[in-house]
């Protein structure tokens, strides 16, 4: 059993159980209308079948927050049905599926150390670091003085992943970028 959280606590990445299901927090936004009680939109995603559903609750309401073990694992590659994980203690490899990692496979990297979530000893997700350094392999060429307020454009990562950066960031930089936003934070 896990711990019994007001909907107002909820946020993004949390497990909540509701209505007997697993599902991930994907959004929450507190509304207060002008009249009538505050109420909590947010976006579950059904981690078995991966549909997104729409909920709102009273902010009023209790629900429980799944109770997660977590082990340190490193990832090692990808294959075709998945990601490899070795854990670091037992030397056991798992295969978890692309649809549990989503999102976050552009910020992992081979013999990278994350934590990866287990509930009722089956994997449902992972946790990782706040930041990640990777390497710019695509982006435009820097113009100076090109415009009088700062450039940004478009860079693609060497794990794939696509992000803007300042002007002056040129192939083969590393930087360093947060995983929770997706967004740029500093060269590396």
């Known amino acids: 059993m896990g711990e019994i959280i007001k909907v107002t606590k909820m946020r993004v990445g949390n497990l909540v159980v509701f209505e007997g299901e697993l599902y991930r927090v994907?959004?929450?936004?507190?509304?207060?209308?002008?009249?009538?009680?505050?109420?909590?939109q947010t976006k579950l995603r059904h981690l078995a079948k991966?549909?997104?559903?729409?909920k709102r609750f009273l902010s009023d309401v209790k629900i429980e927050k799944a109770s997660l073990d977590t082990h340190d694992m490193e990832f090692l590659y990808e294959e075709d049905n998945g990601y490899i994980f070795m854990n670091n203690e037992s030397y056991e490899q798992m295969t978890l599926s692309k649809e549990l990692i989503d999102e976050d496979a552009g910020?992992?990297?081979p013999n990278m150390n994350i934590k990866v979530e287990f509930y009722n000893e089956e994997p449902v997700g992972i946790q990782l670091p706040?930041?990640?350094?990777l390497k710019v392999t695509d982006t435009e060429p820097y113009v100076k003085k090109a415009t009088a307020s700062a450039q940004t454009k478009p860079a693609t990562l060497e794990t794939g992943l696509k992000v803007i950066v300042p002007g002056f960031v040129q192939v083969g930089e590393a930087i360093r970028v947060n995983t929770e936003t997706g967004e740029y934070i500093e060269r590396a």
Do not use: M, Q
Not at 50 to 54: E, K, R
């Open 107 to 109: 910020y992992l990297l």
């Open 50 to 54: 991966g549909n997104l559903i729409d």
């Open 130 to 133: 706040l930041t990640v350094t």
């Open 26 to 40: 994907h959004s929450v936004d507190h509304r207060t209308p002008g009249k009538g009680n505050a109420c909590i």
